[in-house]
Each structure stands twice: as C-alpha cells, then as structure tokens.
C-alpha cells in the first residue's frame, strides 16, 4: 500500500520572482558543467545555487558547497524569496513537450511518498537500476546539511482505469499557479490542489497502487538512509512527482554508451569470442544505423558500433534478457576484462543524443560508440516488479521534472 501524504511545499515568492524560468533548473545529474554555469549566471536566486553547488578552493568541513547551500537556503527564506505555503497541498503538474516533431502532455502530481525498504514482502516501492556510492554520499551530505528535498524523484504507477487521470486533469483546467517555459523550451504548469475531499479521493486511489522509482534511486536511498539516522517521522517521507506509466506522455530514450581506453585488436578479439552468438552487418550511414537499430524484432536484439568512422550493426536472436543487459553482460564487461589485462584505463560515458555520440568519436574524444534502442517500459515495469534491477543508465525517462517549482522543507 502506497503511503502518500499532502505537504505544505515551499515555492519562490511570485513577489519578488517574476521569471520562474530564471530560478528553476532540471535535476543535479543531468547537468552538464557548461549548464551548471549557465544557471549560475542565470540570477542569484537559481536553485542551481543550492541543488549543485560548485567546489572552490580552500574549501573544507566548516566551509563548503553544502554549507553554501544551507546559507543560500535559509536567507531566502528570510527574505521571503522562498515561502512555505499555509496549507498543505498536493501539487498537479503537466509537461508540454515535443518528440520527433509532436506535441505531447504529461500530466502527474506532486506530494510526499513514505520511504520504505525495498527487497521487502510488504513494500509498495520498488527500483529499476542499481545506484553508485559516490552520487549517494554527495546526496546525503547535501540532504543532511539543508534538510531539504529540492527536486521531486520521478515515481510511476499504473492508472488503468485513468481514475487519478480524470481528477488531475480537472483541476487543470483552472489558471496555474506556475506557468514557465524552462531552459530546455518545454512548457511547465503546476496547480496547488488544497481541497481535502480532492486529495482524499486521489490518496484512496493510490492506496491501491505499486510504485516504482523511475529517476531519483541515489535519492531515494540517501533520503531513507538519512531518516533512520535523524529518527524521527517527519524525516520519513520524500519528495515525488506520479505519473501514469501507461499515459502517451510517457517518453523513453535510449541511453547510447561512449567508450574510452580500447584499442581495435581488442574489439577484433571480443568480435572473435562472439562468433556464430552475434551477426555482424556493415552500415554505410548515421541514418542507415538509426533505421537498423529500429527495425529490431520482438525476438532479437541490435545495436550499432561506430568506430574509426564506420558503423557496425549487431544482431543478436534468442535472448530473453533486456537490451541493455545483454549489451553489458556481452560487450561492456567483457572489452572491460580484456583492457584490464592490457592495463588500459577503460572507461563508459552515456548520452541520449545519437549524433553526439557520433560526433565525440569523430572528435577523437572517445574511441567508440555503441547505439542501442530504449527499454520499453512494459520491460521496465516487469524488472522492478519482480525485484530485479537493470544497470546503471539503462533508461532516459523524458523530459525530466523541473527542480525548484515547489521544494519540501523539513
């Protein structure tokens, strides 16, 4: 049973803001260094300032990033750039976006979900992908100086019936309370719902519903490990945005991966390994490997290498496992091994963005590129369901929810 509560968020004072768009920001792990400057120079009262604050020199336990964030947090506060709302709402929110040139709408709402323990018989709260320590302990250092959720995590529930949907989609209709286009043109509208009888009937609904975490594991995480240290109740919840798994608005993007330390005789030995598992089809074109990759069966896997300025297609029949595992467990860990033993400093990066995969090999930036196609989120669903995790960076869920239209102060 999901455990959902209304909270009184806290939002930028329309008084002294007049441009959300110059104080928002997407969340701290999508943010490259070029847009953490932009933010930066996009005012001094950008949550970016807090959110994904910059380390300077001399910098130490008694002064750093962190602290520089509690700073930021409290003063606004006291200056009312930031103020708590008076009673406690749930906050509806809709993306308006656009993909392969059509227009979409996500809708959802935001309010407090109970942290829980996964891996348990009675949770209602389930992950995707396995987390990394180091983005956890920059979380929980952060979460515990300010005592603050900036960012909602991205939850998903399955609304068949569009029950939720209806109610949603009914207070939409009136004036929002944040209407901003954000740094990347996508349209952001979020409603203060505070009607009791409201909240009550969508809490009921979600009562019934299993929850799985689409962004926001290091989060959630470092969040449930902070509320078992403060001990205390208030702690125990964390700030989420719902959305229907099942909505058109629901976008997935492939996660390409980008390769470092490798050098050809390896790849030429791993394509050797492989034999007769793996069929292998020169591909004379950026959009010649697109098409390659989308004309993939329900029976079979693809992914496209390019390297040295040629594009390899992979075929894979067979395999029951996902995309992105099979590519991890047969290529990724693999050309990983055998750089080891050659003592090459291997190494992944990850980008949604084909052409810039391209692009950073031709650069010389990266050795290689492997293109693959996006997870489904039936296949998603199914993993997190059954208690399974997926690898890092497997999935893209687009676009992602904006940080700063209404944050939980503790």
Same mark, same amino acid.
């Given at each position: 049973?999901?455990?959902?509560? =209304? ?55 008694? #002064? ?51 942290? #829980?323990?996964?891996? %348990? ?9 396995? %987390?990394?320590?180091? =983005? ?8 515990? %100086? ?107 993007? =492939? ?44 029976? #079979? ?38 750089? #080891? ?57 687009? =676009? ?11």
């Amino acid at each position: 049973m999901a455990d959902i509560t =209304p909270f009184r968020g806290t939002l930028y004072n329309p008084e002294k803001i007049k441009d959300p768009a110059k104080v928002t920001a997407p969340p701290y792990d999508v943010i490259s260094p070029e847009e953490q400057e932009a933010l930066y120079n996009s005012g001094p009262h950008n949550i970016i300032r807090i959110l994904l604050g910059k380390d300077l020199p001399g910098d130490s336990e008694k #002064e750093n990033k962190y602290i520089r964030a509690k700073r930021s947090l409290d003063e606004w506060q006291k200056k009312a750039i930031l103020k708590r709302d008076d009673r406690e709402s749930i906050y509806v929110y809709q993306q308006e976006f656009e993909v392969d040139g059509k227009v979409k709408k996500r809708l959802g709402f935001i309010a407090l979900l109970k942290l #829980e323990e996964f891996d %348990t018989s009675s949770t209602s709260v389930y992950p995707h992908e396995y %987390t990394l320590d180091a =983005p956890k302990k920059d979380r929980t250092s952060l979460l515990s %100086t300010i005592e603050a959720n900036l960012g909602p995590i991205f939850a998903l529930f399955a609304d068949e019936d569009k029950a939720i949907d209806a109610i949603l989609a009914q207070e939409a209709k009136s004036p929002p309370a944040i209407d901003v286009v954000d740094f990347h043109g996508m349209r952001n509208k979020l409603w203060r719902v505070s009607c009791r009888d409201t909240i009550a009937k969508i809490l009921e609904l979600m009562k019934k519903e299993k929850i799985f975490i689409a962004d926001g594991h290091h989060r959630y995480e470092a969040a449930l490990a902070f509320s078992k240290a403060k001990k205390d109740p208030r702690y125990g919840y964390i700030l989420s945005y719902f959305t229907d798994l099942c909505a058109d608005g629901l976008v997935i993007l =492939p996660v390409h991966r980008l390769i470092k330390g490798l050098s050809i005789d390896i790849l030429e030995g791993l394509k050797k390994d492989l034999g007769s598992r793996i069929s292998f089809k020169g591909l004379s074109s950026k959009e010649e490997a697109a098409s390659f990759l989308s004309g993939a069966k329900a029976s #079979e896997k693809r992914f496209v290498m390019y390297v040295r300025n040629k594009f390899i297609g992979l075929q894979i029949s067979g395999s029951d496992s996902l995309d992105v595992t099979v590519l991890h467990d047969w290529i990724i860990e693999p050309l990983k091994k055998m750089t #080891e033993q050659k003592e090459l400093n291997f190494s992944v990066d990850f980008t949604k963005d084909l052409n810039y995969a391209v692009d950073e090999v031709d650069k010389g930036r990266f050795f290689m590129s492997i293109l693959l196609n996006p997870t489904k989120i039936t296949e998603i669903r199914d993993t997190a369901f059954s208690g399974r995790r997926m690898p890092q960076k497997s999935t893209y869920f687009y =676009p992602k929810v904006l940080t700063g239209l209404v944050i939980n102060v503790f």
